[in-house]
């Protein structure tokens, strides 16, 4: 089993910034791309960026030049660097990855951070 932690979300004044951050721990033989993802209540759950294990990195156009994501050296980790954060980037916050393990390849997924934006 793989499991993912994220830490770091929490409340911020709008134009401020947090940074998130997602360990994966326990059968892994590498980790693939890794990604974050965010929900709204009501909502579907939405791409926010993704970086492959390269890292080549995606973003959604609503945070693109505000958000960056990266791996750590170990690559068992993604942080995800919010600025110039706005009200409608409240949500939950998940990180995602997809793991090689010894006798498959699977996607996982973390418990969610509440991101929230307000004055």
């Known amino acids: 089993q793989v499991q993912l932690v994220e830490s770091g979300g929490g409340l911020v004044q709008p134009g401020g910034s947090l940074r998130l951050s997602c360990a994966a721990s326990?059968?892994?033989?590498?980790?693939?791309?890794m990604g974050w993802y965010r929900q709204t209540p009501g909502k579907q759950r939405e791409l926010v960026a993704t970086?492959?294990?390269?890292?080549?990195?995606d973003y959604a156009d609503s945070v693109k030049g505000r958000f960056t994501i990266s791996r750590g050296n170990a690559k068992n980790t993604v942080y995800l660097q919010m600025n110039s954060l706005k009200p409608e980037d409240t949500a939950v916050y998940y990180c995602?990855?997809?793991?090689?393990?010894?006798?498959?390849?699977?996607?996982?997924w973390g418990q969610g951070t509440q991101v929230t934006v307000s004055s």
């Open positions: 995602k990855a997809n793991v090689m393990e010894i006798l498959y390849v699977r996607d996982y």
């Open positions: 970086i492959t294990s390269g890292g080549n990195t």
């Open positions: 326990g059968s892994i033989v590498s980790i693939n791309d």
